[in-house]
């Protein structure tokens, strides 16, 4: 889950992206959580990762959920299922850099979303520097870049990519061949 997620609706209250429904939408508002009141994944998580390990052309992504819902789900998508990405660990999730090392350390892929550190996202929240440091701490191998731009009036997607792929050039000291690996 991403808009329906606890976590999301935590961190959104009153800004940023509406929950479903929060708009004069007609979605019902249903708050998903991961985990069940013993603080293991819900079946119902377990019975989507079991689906997905079938499916080798879709990848796992890891929501919005709560740094802990977020370390449950890999764990359990690595270990049993072979699954491995992580969406956007360093916005809203709350995961620290060694968390994040040691889900890359695990083979999960660390998104880096250029709606995070562009400068003029309605969304920036990091300074490249924490990009820096996630690459040089998981390796270029582990890392991927996305937009994840869409939002209404958060400018173009293409635009915020070309952006961070420059930053990530001038700031970070990657090379051409660098940003064609991740």
């Keep these: 889950p991403t808009v ?9 209250s009153g800004h940023g992206l509406a929950f479903p429904g929060s708009k004069g939408m007609s979605i019902e508002e249903k708050t998903i959580m991961y985990l069940d009141d013993n603080g293991e994944l819900q079946q119902e998580v377990k019975d989507i990762l079991a689906y ?3 499916k080798p052309d879709v990848i796992l992504a ?5 740094r802990d819902e977020i370390d449950k789900l ?3 998508a690595v270990n049993t299922y072979g699954l491995r990405l992580v969406n956007h660990p360093h916005y809203m999730i709350g995961a ?7 889900w890359a ?3 999960c892929y660390i998104e880096l979303n250029a709606v995070a550190f562009v400068e003029g996202s309605r969304f920036k929240s990091n300074d490249i520097s924490e990009a820096k440091e996630m690459i040089r701490r998981c390796g270029l191998q582990q890392i991927v870049i996305d937009s994840d731009y869409g939002q209404k009036n958060n400018g173009s997607p293409v635009d915020g990519v070309a952006r961070l792929i420059e930053m990530l050039k001038s700031e970070c000291s990657l090379t051409d061949d660098d940003i064609k690996r991740i």
Excluded: P, Q, V
């Design 105 to 107: 350390g695990l083979g």
């Design 74 to 76: 890999i764990h359990e």
């Design 52 to 54: 997905l390990s079938n």
């Design 4 to 12: 329906s997620a606890l976590r999301h609706k935590i961190m959104h």
């Design 96 to 102: 620290s850099i060694d968390d994040i090392e040691s």
């Design 62 to 66: 890891t929501g919005h959920g709560s």
